[in-house]
């Protein structure tokens, strides 16, 4: 990513962004889905589930037999657990390794090869994959139709971190404001229902959190220079659909403009039915979604090109994504 990147992250893809959704009103064979990106992808994008490996052990004592019964019961959604997007592989440990363990990675649709994070096989170091406070309360408000929640990772600058809330708070109500959602729209003769009340809400993840640290590596994990080039600046994730990180917005970073491009994108029309043709890494959630979410639009509605199809567009029709 730019060196300049902790004051301007994401903007020439936010520009992007915004110049394809442009385009969707002008380019042939294009129309807008009438539903909001947040209602579209709450409602009808599965999650795509991490990888957690449990490594070597043959023999495993009685905690470590039920730290994979927590992991198989949280992927299965039973023993009265709510689902959680992960699935369970089984490998060998290293040549010498005695100790067994667990591995955690991304989805393997994210193309992210990096482990999020590694531990002993107990089953508190399970629970904690599973799920966590933040993570908890993080679902249940998407699940209520929170437009998007904002993850704040503070960087333990009180000052720079004060100055990323405020000017997040500050944009977020503008947003909220302003944006005007209609309540219903119709789709091919067919009325559909919209959230059209546009709410965001922030939660604060401190960067040393104990409980919270396989949160705070997932989303700094989720794209490449976050832990290596910008670890002592405050960053903040914009969270849709069933737990979407759209991207980082990054120290100085965290301003209007940037704010308002994700905003734009989140509440805007041009959804659509392939959930990998948008941006967006997932969360690791533990939330039975079919049941807690109603659907009130059907999955047909919306066209198959999504914000990939736009960009591919752009640039087809001579515009400049860089």
Not at 147 to 173: I, K, Y
Not at 250 to 255: A, E
Not at 274 to 296: F, H, Q, R
Request: aromatic residues 6%; contains cysteine; hydrophobic residues 40%.
């Amino acid at each position: 990513m730019s060196q300049l990147r902790p004051q301007f992250p994401v903007l020439r893809r936010a520009a992007a962004l915004g110049a394809a959704f442009a385009l969707c009103a002008v380019l042939p064979g294009l129309r807008a889905c009438p539903v909001p990106v947040y209602q579209y992808s709450l409602e009808h994008w599965e999650t795509d589930p991490y990888v957690v490996v449990v490594r070597g052990g043959a023999d495993l004592s009685e905690a470590q037999l039920a730290a994979v019964a927590l992991l198989e019961s949280a992927a299965a959604g039973s023993e009265g657990r709510a689902p959680a997007n992960v699935e369970l592989r089984r490998e060998d440990a290293p040549e010498g390794g005695a100790t067994a363990s667990l591995e955690l990675f991304y989805p393997k649709s994210t193309g992210i090869r990096a482990m999020v994070w590694s531990g002993d096989l107990t089953p508190e170091n399970a629970a904690a994959i599973v799920d966590s406070p933040l993570r908890s309360e993080l679902a249940n408000l998407l699940a209520a139709r929170t437009s998007a929640v904002w993850v704040l990772l503070e960087s333990g600058d009180r000052a720079a971190d004060r100055e990323a809330e405020n000017t997040l708070r500050r944009e977020l109500d503008l947003a909220a404001k302003s944006i005007v959602v209609p309540e219903s729209a119709d789709w091919g003769g067919e009325k559909v229902d919209i959230d059209h009340k546009v709410r965001f809400k922030i939660l604060k993840l401190g960067r040393e959190s104990a409980e919270e640290k396989i949160l705070a590596e997932m989303l700094m994990a989720s794209e490449p220079d976050l832990k290596t080039d910008f670890a002592d600046h405050p960053m903040a994730f914009p969270v849709y659909g069933r737990g979407l990180v759209l991207y980082a917005l990054v120290g100085k970073g965290i301003n209007a403009t940037t704010i308002r491009s994700a905003t734009e994108f989140l509440t805007g029309p041009c959804s659509c039915q392939i959930k990998s043709g948008n941006p967006g890494t997932d969360l690791l959630l533990s939330m039975d979604w079919a049941t807690e979410v109603e659907a009130k639009t059907p999955a047909t509605v919306g066209g198959t090109t999504g914000t990939g199809g736009f960009l591919q567009k752009l640039d087809e029709a001579g515009g400049d994504k860089d």
